[in-house]
């Protein structure tokens, strides 16, 4: 079966908690006052979220900040459970979220290779056949036996870019990952990209760049406050995105 990705009235509801550890003050008073919860406020980061994607769609996903563009991608891997509706999901998941941040830092490059890899699934045999590709395409030769609390941010972002895209992918999303990185790699690494999208049935992808967004992707949707409110053809989002929901 083809690869595909469902989302059927889906809401992704959270709590905050106002001051969880109130002051010897403030905790008095409350128990004055037979205050015995602590407040609480609810708000909806998704609200009523309806797409399908199927194979060869590479879609790009733009909203402004706290729009729920990482919410949305982190409820399609599983690591939110929307509070209503549904996600169904076919095909193997490679997430690139917040890569890097598995890393142990008091190891060396080589061995967060080896870590990194496992959080991503993969065992220290099929980890070995990647090693000199990762090691390579992140030009870390010299440095790869260091640890990595040495490393620039530059050379932390190549490594973590390097692993996260040594994959075979089914589900590609991707979660800003140019963040980082000189203008060298970032070219570089938009090529591997490139040709990873090619070898995905579907690619999911949240980038700030509109221009990334307009030349990876074929189909583009647009978050405003948790909520869909347009889809469709990159040029025409990318406009609608711009004229009605950044200038608002």
Partial sequence: ????IHIENASLRFRIFSNPTPTLK?????WLRRQKRVPMREFYALRDINLHFEGGQRVGIVGMNGAGK?????????????????VEVSGRITPMLEIGTGFDVELSGRENIYLNGSILGFSAAEMAKREKAIIEFAELEEFIDTPVKYYSSGMYGR???????????????????????????????????LELMHSS????????????????????????HGQV??????DAMVDY????????
């Fill in 201 to 224: 049935e579907i690619v999911l992808y949240v980038s700030h760049s509109l221009e990334q967004i307009k030349q990876l992707c074929n189909y583009v949707v647009v978050l405003d």
């Fill in 229 to 234: 409110v347009n889809q469709g053809d990159p």
């Fill in 159 to 193: 490594l973590a870019f390097s692993i996260a895209t040594m994959v075979d992918p089914e589900i590609l999303i991707v979660d800003e990952i140019f963040s980082a990185g000189d203008a060298y790699f970032v070219a570089k690494g938009a090529k591997r990209m």
């Fill in 241 to 248: 995105y711009l004229t009605e929901v950044v200038k608002k």
């Fill in 26 to 30: 403030e905790a008095v008073v409350g």
């Fill in 1 to 4: 079966m083809s690869a595909y």
């Fill in 70 to 86: 990482s919410t949305l991608l982190k409820m399609i891997v599983g690591i939110y459970t929307p509070f209503q509706g549904r």
